[in-house]
């Protein structure tokens, strides 16, 4: 708070200024001095697949998102409170966790429209707003003054959209549509107020659609395995072992592509069936099995995945340069970041969900010329819980108590706080469907995670120590030499969720469940 003062302090001495400067000084009005704020968003987008981020096995080149990190910072360890998509847009909203927010899972939850956003405090504040793409939340938006949005999940090509309450049908690529219509609102913007643009992508979402021109992009090429492709979970618990998300057995044939997808016009079809036809037939007649079986559906995965982010790539790429042609650049804040981390491949895995790093990881970099050094990296540990705090402090509009997070600003200047965060509380209720990953929530610090699933079925801990197994292969929950971490972090798990009014258990809703399996009763626990 003390930061936000004295921010909103400046802002009233620069205002002040511009306003006593003569007419002739101020040659090319910049709204009224506060930042513009492009907010870019991508669905299921891992860090593992944006080429700043240095993955080894280099899946991809991302020259424009690579730009934003490459003149600003790059984040190693923003990290999400609840590692899906609607909760993950809740909490960005919100500057809270889920348990706060009510927006539990994806399957069931239905956002409170009514509750404080930094969209709705920024406009109060006369900033014009505007969300693009993909949204989520079941609610109709509130807080901007335009949006248009997938319903739902959305689809990839010729989307039904909904523009301010009305539906409307556009035909074409999905990422380009998203991406004309944020520039366009860019366009016809009115230029005397700041501005917040929420440029929110459906892609790299399974099942992994990639826009037709793109479609071979990567000449047959076979991707390196992650190490874990084929991990038997040893060493870790009946969650781990008991999920439905590999490669291997959950991977439908509508997400290989061995199914022609629906809604294509004749020449969008001809043009999918030209490049996938001839790949299944070839597929089909070599009659794989086992790893060959898995490895073929992983290159398949990459191809498509990797080829949704070509689009994105290239979308981005607009956005930047519309910045700069209009001369807005080095007044706006550019943020590119998704709802979670995704697993490609890793663990045998696709999907999300886990407290494990390819899931709770989600990208982040920051562009804001004149604050933030370009090319700096941070290892704090941040999360999308902080957004609306940053973008309020950016705007110099006080951040409410309620939220939960914290603002960015100082450490996107070089100046962390001393008493910034060392452990993160991460909860996650969505059970049994769709994946089967157990509800469980943990505390992350730089090198532990103390975990505790808790959902109906199962009650255990689990803790790993990323610095000895930085894959997350062993639970060292029951080794005596970890006793007194787990003790510690037992304690700051109990700290966090005082502070943070964690409720003893979720309500029966969160789970999503039609019918909420039966609590299994815990030790001690009053019926
Ligand atoms: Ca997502």
Known sequence: MRMTRTLTF?????????????????????????????????????????????????????????????????????????????????????????????????????????????????????????????????????????WHILPGQGIYYNPPMIHNGERVKHQGYTTDIITDLSVDWLKGRDRSKPFLLMYQNKAPHREWSPALRHLGHDGDRKYPEPETLFDDYSGRGLAEHDQDMTIEKTMNDHDLKLDEPKGLTPDQAREWNAYYKPRNEAFRKANLKGRDLVRWKYNRYMHDYLGCIKAVDEGVGKVLKFLDDEGLAENTIVVYTADQGFYLGEHGWFDKRWIFEESLRTPLLVRWPGKVKPGSVSRELVSNLDF????????????????????????????????????????????????????????????????????????????????????????????????????????????????????????????????????????????
Request: net charge positive.
């Open 388 to 527: 609306a705090e940053t973008f309020l402090e950016a705007a110099g509009v006080p951040v409410p108590a309620e939220m939960q997070g914290r603002s960015l600003v100082p450490v996107l200047k070089g100046q962390t706080p001393s008493d910034w965060r060392k452990a993160f509380y991460y909860e996650y209720y969505e059970y049994p469907q769709p994946h089967h990953v157990r509800p469980h929530h943990g505390v992350v610090t730089d090198r532990y995670k103390l975990v505790r699933f808790d959902g109906p079925d199962l009650d255990a801990w689990e803790l790993f120590d990323l610095e000895k197994d930085p894959r997350e292969l062993k639970d060292v929950h029951g080794d005596p030499a970890y006793a007194k971490v787990v003790a510690d972090l037992k304690a700051e798990l109990a700290r966090l969720r005082t502070e943070l009014k964690v409720p003893e258990h979720p309500p029966a809703e969160a789970s999503g469940a039609r019918i909420p399996p039966r609590r299994a009763p815990r030790p001690g626990a009053a019926r």
């Open 10 to 146: 400046s802002i009233l001495l620069a205002t002040l200024a511009l306003a006593l400067a003569p007419a002739s000084v101020v040659a090319r009005p910049k709204a009224d001095g506060r930042p513009n704020i492009v907010f870019i968003f991508s669905d299921d987008h891992a860090y593992q697949a944006i080429s700043a981020y240095g993955d080894p096995r280099k899946l991809i080149e991302t020259p424009n998102i690579d730009r934003i990190g490459r003149e600003g910072m790059r984040f190693d360890r923003c990290i999400v409170p609840n590692s899906i998509c609607g909760p993950s847009r809740a909490t960005v909203l919100t500057g809270k966790y889920s348990h706060a927010n009510g927006f539990y899972n994806n399957s069931n939850s239905r956002f409170d429209s009514s509750q404080t956003t930094f969209a709705k405090l920024l406009k109060s504040a006369g900033y014009q707003t505007a969300i693009m793409g993909k949204w989520h939340l079941i609610s109709a938006p509130t807080g901007f003054d335009e």
